[in-house]
């Protein structure tokens, strides 16, 4: 269970680790605020402390400083060089998390705070791992954190060649769970997850290459991705083939010459006379209510009792009973086998059309009464049904036979019936995981046929397609109906910038409240609309839409094109450091894709290769 205590003060922590000889630590906490504030807290209790290390950590970032100028000022200066402690996560810019990381790997701290995504993709291990949550924050809200995660954040726990052995320690923290850590730490790893996906680019990329749907189906389900559905269809299929063989063994056996298609006919034959005999209606009750249940609908017309005087029009059917209203518009509800008559006009339910409906019917009763079956003519007519499928049957073996040669073969496909049903279920299921994998593709497949970037009929990648193929970008269809539709065509490169960060940035991150000069504002309105038209045409095929154009980052991202300073930019949109790092390399590498389409976009290829110039300036590389 959760401990619900309160976290214990960093430096008592650290106190208590440095006592047992258990430092350096890596100390991960829920946030990134929660990480600053621990390291300003640590060093402010250190810094009376003796340090000889701290000349030497200044001399380290003096040096760092010289190829990384950025760095210099950092609000964490004086909390890594006099309290040999730091706070590390994706806020910062990335030469301040390389310096620590540099800092770390050399001895020169004592301890690192960070947010669990610190453990994929750095190297920095210590002798002390802490762990004071066992829940891992998203954009979703609060989750648990996976086995692989948790093995990965105590992975860091023991230094090569200094220790003999690595230390994890399970702290006091509001969001610990010192029992659900014990699971963590001896479950298995996660299991690996392939980052095939079924999206715009992939599919013509596969189409273009292999020139078929067939075959980028074919590389589909034998992708990693779709491992479970391969590893179920090939157990069909080995389970079909064994099948065939049963039922080829039993017809040779028998003397017939056949095919295993035969066995199957006669299975499919078999179940539809037995689906037929029962649906037959064995009384003229079950026959009338099966007549009922099918003509009885909403804005029909029927008569209650036999008589046919008290008239109800439907408004509703529901569990066996109808719903309607009477001439005097009173509510009426009953069960089907109270109906006397139906009417064959289908009425209109507005009210003010009802009173001519009932005139109507009360007019033309009789020759608007529709005739109810008799059970003969149902007999009759299924029974003719019912022989016509024997025919059939008796039909499967080849008229060349003898009559007893035939007999036997009849014989036969009938002692294989079961494996023949078989046969049948595993190749439904078959085809029915090949579709599920297959779907995601074919819906795509669609919405680029329809914006003519493939032409579905021929299984061809048109001319605009080849190149939006070559565009590797978050949302590529978006991005290319923009250039299409000539968005991008006679841009500068501050509005250039400004569209890219619309296009690439995460949709709930705010980049604070940068106003808009009135350009920008129409030439975002614009592509809102073509993000829309995108959209439509993804949910009538059931894909998730493009997501809503995010303004602030535009902003942002325009204001760092147009030649802000670094440090006024961080202080206008409030934003950490490391998430404009983040937004504007996004939005750089994007106008670098569309710069390398000089062929079928020039000009805005050149306007995206000078945008992107700016954009990827100092700090942001």
């Not at 085809?431 to 497949?445: H, I, T």
Request: with cysteine; proline share 4%; net charge neutral.
């Amino acid at each position: 269970m959760k401990l619900r205590m309160p976290e214990m003060p960093p430096a008592t922590l650290l106190a208590a680790l440095g006592k047992y000889n258990l430092l350096p630590a890596i100390v991960f906490l829920p946030t990134r605020r929660r990480c600053d504030e621990a390291a300003s807290e640590a060093a402010l209790s250190r810094r009376a402390e003796a340090d000889e290390r701290r000349e030497a950590r200044r001399e380290f970032m003096q040096s760092f400083v010289e190829q990384h100028p950025e760095v210099r000022g950092h609000r964490h200066w004086d909390t890594i060089i006099r309290g040999g402690v730091a706070a590390h996560h994706a806020g910062h810019v990335p030469a301040w998390k390389l310096v620590i990381e540099k800092m770390m790997s050399a001895g020169l701290l004592d301890a690192i705070f960070a947010t669990a995504t610190v453990a994929a993709g750095v190297d920095f291990p210590a002798r002390t791992v802490v762990m004071t949550v066992a829940d891992k924050r998203t954009g979703n809200g609060w989750r648990s954190l996976t086995a692989s995660e948790l093995q990965q954040m105590t992975g860091r726990a023991g230094r090569r060649g200094k220790d003999y052995v690595g230390f994890i320690v399970a702290a006091p923290g509001v969001h610990q769970d010192p029992q659900r850590i014990a699971e963590l730490l001896a479950a298995p790893p996660d299991p690996l997850e392939s980052q095939f996906r079924a999206t715009y680019t992939t599919l013509l990329n596969l189409l273009d290459a292999f020139g078929n749907f067939g075959q980028v189906r074919d590389i589909a389900e034998r992708s990693f991705a779709h491992r479970d559905a391969l590893e179920r269809i090939t157990h069909l299929e080995k389970s079909r083939a064994e099948t065939e063989e049963r039922i080829r063994a039993r017809l040779n056996q028998a003397g017939c010459d056949l095919p295993t298609s035969m066995a199957r006919g006669l299975e499919r034959l078999a179940s539809a006379r037995a689906r037929l005999l029962e649906s037959v209606p064995q009384t003229r009750r079950e026959l009338l209510r099966q007549w009922l249940d099918k003509v009885v609908q909403a804005g029909r017309m029927v008569s209650i009792g036999r008589a046919g005087k008290s008239l109800v029009l439907v408004t509703s059917r529901r569990d066996g009973g109808v719903n309607g209203v009477r001439e005097d518009g009173r509510p009426a509800s009953f069960p089907l086998e109270r109906i006397g008559r139906v009417f064959s006009p289908v009425f209109s339910l507005r009210a003010e059309k009802t009173e001519a409906a009932f005139a109507e019917v009360h007019a033309r009763a009789k020759e608007l009464a529709l005739a109810e079956p008799r059970l003969r003519d149902r007999l009759d007519a299924d029974g003719d049904a019912v022989k016509l499928i024997n025919e059939m049957i008796e039909a499967l073996a080849p008229a060349s036979l003898s009559k007893q040669e035939r007999t036997a073969c009849v014989e036969a496909l009938w002692s294989v019936r079961d494996d023949a049903e078989s046969l049948q279920r595993a190749e439904r299921a078959i085809e029915s995981l090949r579709a599920d994998v297959w779907e995601p593709f074919a819906l795509r497949a669609r919405v680029l046929d329809h914006f003519g970037y493939l032409d579905l009929g021929k299984e061809q990648v048109t001319e605009r397609g080849r190149w939006l193929a070559d565009l590797h970008v978050d949302h590529p269809l978006l991005a290319g109906e923009a250039l299409q539709r000539g968005l991008f065509a006679a841009l500068d490169a501050r509005r250039a910038a400004a569209l890219a960060a619309a296009l690439v940035a995460d949709e709930d991150r705010d980049y604070g409240e940068l106003e808009l000069d009135d350009e920008i504002v129409s030439l975002l309105t614009r592509f809102e609309q073509i993000a829309f038209d995108v959209s439509n045409e993804e949910w009538k095929e059931g894909i998730e839409g493009a997501r809503e154009i995010n303004f602030s980052a535009a902003a942002a991202a325009a204001r760092w094109a147009g030649g802000v300073e670094w440090a006024t930019l961080v202080h206008e949109t409030r934003a950490e450091e490391g998430d404009l790092i983040r937004l504007l390399s996004r939005t750089g590498e994007a106008l670098l894709q569309i710069a390398g389409l000089r062929q079928a976009h020039a000009a805005a290829a050149q306007t995206a290769a000078a945008a992107a110039a700016i954009v990827l300036r100092e700090p942001v590389r």
